[in-house]
């Protein structure tokens, strides 16, 4: 039931819960997209640009109609078929029914080796990217007695029918006319457990141990009634996840060191971490760095708390998506409860999110004055240091996420800065509103960078560059030197934290240079093949 969704279907129509219609047989490209234009025929009405566009992210393959099958069909189950391979060693593909814009709820339970049972309460996971969570709430808040009944019972059912004992969560998709499907169990605790272990005063950790020590659901206190009557006083929970990747750039991976850190405390509020200042964030590993939760007496005071407790969190010396979070938990599509799996698609980003996150002219000057001076001398030890000039202000060269500009070296402004900062070898991390955001001295003038930048910006004569938008694994090469491209064509496929992302054309013309191998690590920014325009 966890892995093999072949087996939650089995497992959940012996049951008699609902599932989704799907294709398990082993079928080749011509059957896939037969049973695809089958299966999509049935499919609900209602808007698709955003799971389409989700064909070329971590995550389900999605299709809609026959028509657009044939040209991108092979390429898209080769890349389904890499990932699962990497993940699971298996590399067999499941065709199933899409669900349009359903919500996920999931229910947790215990159960112990004589068959007993109980449910917990049900969670909303329906803030998500790329089919993973952001933000985790119980009760949820748009789920009424009557559904909750139906979901607690169906989650009971189909734990007891195929004798679970431990905790475990039962998944479930919900759409808007009440009916749910039974998405898949989870046979551990998951990363949000503690907003249910908030709400109900129970230790879920403790509970799993003693049930594996053979404990009974009697011994450990865990009694349905009792549970009952704690969720209805035991107020609200909700959770972010502190992720290591780059909101503001299609929530790319990120990697880097850990320089700095600070987390939130008060009443109501919860942070499970799993790094430290000064470690290293690597792009082998899953990006979550953290979970911030908040507790109230009601949803109100729950999200408000999490909403202060984002504010006073700092991470810096790498990209996170804190000030990503920071803006998602005061939205009214978030705040209204009646969030989906894809309203974080439609939501963000904003369309004056490009303004309100520009780097503030103040930032560039507390970035200058902080690079002007060695970090091992005194701004008064050497008068000549960082930009100086005769008869004139400092000036030095300053470059933070893409741009470079001159900016003038003044002196401290009065009283306390209003950046955190922490200076790291020849980088000043900065954090703006929540994202640290690394400002260096420019590079020295360079014809041939120059000559590139140029024609990537006017795609008119000279060569455009192809850079990796985010750290990884050359996975796949698509092109090679002299392949005439055009514009939007694959170039490379780079792999980081178990997402794949394909790099494109920026604009038509030859390949000139392949700069990159299969399995090369490649950082941010770097260049990956350049095309002559």
Avoid at 42 to 62: D, N, S
Wanted: a negative charge; one cysteine or more; proline letters at 5%.
């Amino acid at each position: 039931m966890t892995s093999n969704p072949m087996v939650a279907v089995i497992c959940g129509s012996r049951s008699d819960l609902p599932v989704l219609k799907g294709c398990f047989d082993v079928l080749d490209e011509y059957a896939i997209a037969w049973e695809a234009s089958v299966i999509s025929a049935h499919r609900q009405p209602g808007a698709l640009a955003t799971y389409v566009r989700e064909a070329e992210a971590r995550g389900v393959r999605i299709f809609v109609g026959a028509a657009g099958m044939a040209a991108h069909l092979p390429g898209v189950l080769a890349t389904a078929r890499r990932e699962a391979r990497a993940a699971f060693g298996d590399d067999r593909l499941i065709l199933e029914r899409l669900l349009e814009g359903p919500r996920h709820f999931e229910v947790q339970v215990l159960f112990d080796a004589r068959g007993n049972g109980v449910h917990l309460g049900e969670r909303d996971c329906s803030v998500q990217r790329r089919h993973q969570k952001v933000l985790e709430e119980t009760p949820a808040p748009s789920v009424d007695d009557a559904l909750r009944a139906r979901l607690t019972d169906a989650a009971l059912r189909l734990a007891g029918r195929v004798g679970y004992r431990s905790a475990g969560t039962c998944e479930f998709l919900v759409d808007d006319r009440g009916r749910f499907y039974f998405l898949e169990m989870n046979t551990r605790l998951q990363v949000e457990h503690p907003v249910t272990e908030l709400v109900t005063g129970r230790d879920l950790v403790a509970d799993q141990l003693r049930i594996a020590a053979g404990e009974t659901l009697h011994a450990i206190g865990a009694d349905q009634a009792a549970i009952d009557r704690t969720l209805g006083t035991g107020g609200h929970a909700v959770e972010a996840r502190v992720y290591a990747e780059d909101a503001e750039n299609g929530f790319l991976p990120a990697i880097g060191r850990v320089e700095e850190l600070l987390w939130p405390s008060g009443a109501g509020i919860r942070v499970d971490a799993g790094i430290e200042a000064g470690i290293e964030i690597g792009q082998r590993f899953d990006p979550m760095l953290a979970k911030v939760i908040a507790h109230g007496r009601d949803r109100g005071e729950a999200y408000a708390r999490l909403a202060r407790a984002l504010d006073d969190t700092t991470v810096l010396g790498l990209t996170t998506n804190l000030r990503f979070l920071r803006w998602l938990v005061r939205q009214p599509a978030v705040l209204d409860g009646q969030a989906r799996i894809d309203t974080l698609d439609r939501i963000w980003p904003p369309d004056d999110w490009a303004e309100r996150a520009a780097i503030p002219e103040d930032a560039w000057s507390a970035a200058a004055r902080l690079l002007s001076t060695p970090p091992d001398v005194q701004p008064s030890a050497d008068p000549f240091a960082g930009g100086w000039r005769i008869n004139g202000p400092a000036v030095v060269r300053v470059s933070a996420d893409g741009e470079e500009r001159a900016v003038t070296v003044g002196p401290p402004a009065a009283g306390p800065e209003d950046f955190a900062s922490v200076r790291s070898a020849d980088s000043v991390h900065l954090d703006l509103a929540g994202r640290s955001t690394a400002f260096r001295l420019a590079a020295p003038p360079d014809v041939d960078r120059a000559a590139r930048a140029a024609a990537a910006h006017h795609h008119a004569g000279g060569s455009a560059s192809v850079v990796a938008p985010m750290p990884g694994t050359v996975l796949a090469l698509h092109v090679a030197a002299g392949d005439v491209v055009t514009a939007g064509d694959p170039i490379a496929t780079l792999e980081a934290m178990k997402m794949e992302h394909v790099v494109a054309a920026p604009a038509a013309g030859r390949v000139a240079e392949l700069l990159v191998h299969l399995a090369d690590q490649v950082t941010r920014s770097q260049l990956l093949a350049t095309i002559e325009v």
